[in-house]
C-alpha cells in the first residue's frame, strides 16, 4: 500500500463547476496536510495546508481532513481554465522530517 | 522575506559522468533541507532530508548522495550518473516539521 494514494485521472470539468480532489493515506498517526499544485514544467506552489479535521476554506479552494477516514480533499469552486494542473497531496507520517507526496491527480478545466 | 536559490536550470550530462547540484536558502536559520526527484508523468519522491549542518536522511538508497556543509546550503551529489537518474530534481525547505514545504525552481536533468 502506498503511503499516499490520489487518482492519476485526467480529473475534467466545465469551467465554473466545482472540482473534487482526494487523497487518501496510510499512516493514521499523520499530522499535517498540504496541497500543492503543479503546472507542467514548473516546480509545484503550495495552496493550502490544514492540520486538524474539518474544513478549511481560502478564496476558491477548500480543504478537508478526516483523519478518522484517512483522507483529506481538496475543492475548487468556479473553476477556471487557469486552474488545469495537476495538484498534489502531501502528508507528514507521525513525528517525522519527511513530508511524501502521492503521484498527484491532473485536472482540466475545459471552457 | 525567504528565498531559495537551485541551479543549473538544465542540466544534459552523459552517462557515467559525475554530479553536483546545490540549493541555497536565504533569509531563515537552521532550515530543514530536502531533495525531491520527479521522472517524466510520475509524482514526487523523497531522496534525502536534513534537519541540520551534517544530519542527512536518505529515503531511497542509490547512486545518490547528499551533504549539508553550511546551514543553508543542501548538496545532491553523484560519482557516475545512470541513465535512470533522469528528472526532475527539487530542493525544498521548510523552517521545522509540520510546516509549509517551499520548493526551488528545479533542475531538470538529462542523462543520455
Known amino acids: 500500500q502506498k503511503e499516499v494514494e490520489q487518482n492519476s485521472g485526467p480529473l475534467s470539468v466545465p469551467e465554473g463547476a466545482i472540482a473534487s480532489l482526494n487523497c487518501t493515506y496510510s499512516?493514521?498517526?499523520?499530522?499535517?496536510f498540504f496541497w500543492y499544485r503543479q503546472y507542467s514544467g514548473k516546480s509545484p506552489e503550495l495552496i493550502m495546508s490544514?492540520?486538524?479535521?474539518g474544513d478549511k476554506e481560502d478564496g476558491r479552494f477548500t480543504a478537508q481532513l478526516n483523519k478518522a477516514s484517512q483522507y483529506v480533499s481538496l475543492l475548487i469552486r468556479d473553476s477556471q481554465p487557469s486552474d488545469s494542473a495537476t495538484y498534489l497531496c502531501a502528508v507528514q507520517p507521525g513525528n517525522t522530517g519527511k513530508l511524501i507526496f502521492g503521484q498527484g491527480t491532473t485536472l482540466q478545466v475545459k471552457p | 522575506s525567504q528565498t531559495i536559490h537551485q541551479w543549473p536550470a538544465t542540466l544534459v550530462q552523459p552517462v557515467g559522468s559525475p554530479l553536483s547540484l546545490e540549493c541555497t536558502v536565504e533569509?531563515?536559520?537552521?532550515?530543514?533541507l530536502y531533495w525531491y526527484r520527479q521522472a517524466a508523468g510520475r509524482g514526487l519522491q523523497l531522496l534525502f532530508y536534513s534537519v541540520g549542518i551534517g544530519q542527512i536522511s536518505s529515503e531511497v538508497p542509490q547512486n545518490l548522495s547528499a551533504s549539508r556543509p553550511q546551514d543553508r546550503q543542501f548538496i545532491l551529489s553523484s560519482k557516475k550518473l545512470l541513465l535512470s537518474d533522469s528528472g526532475f530534481y527539487l530542493c525544498?525547505?521548510?523552517?521545522?516539521?509540520?510546516?509549509?514545504?517551499?520548493f526551488g525552481s528545479g533542475t531538470q536533468l538529462s542523462v543520455l
Open positions: 525544498a525547505w521548510r523552517v521545522g516539521p509540520n510546516e509549509k514545504l517551499f
Open positions: 499512516d493514521r498517526v499523520s499530522q499535517s
Open positions: 490544514i492540520y486538524s479535521n
Open positions: 533569509g531563515t536559520s537552521n532550515p530543514n
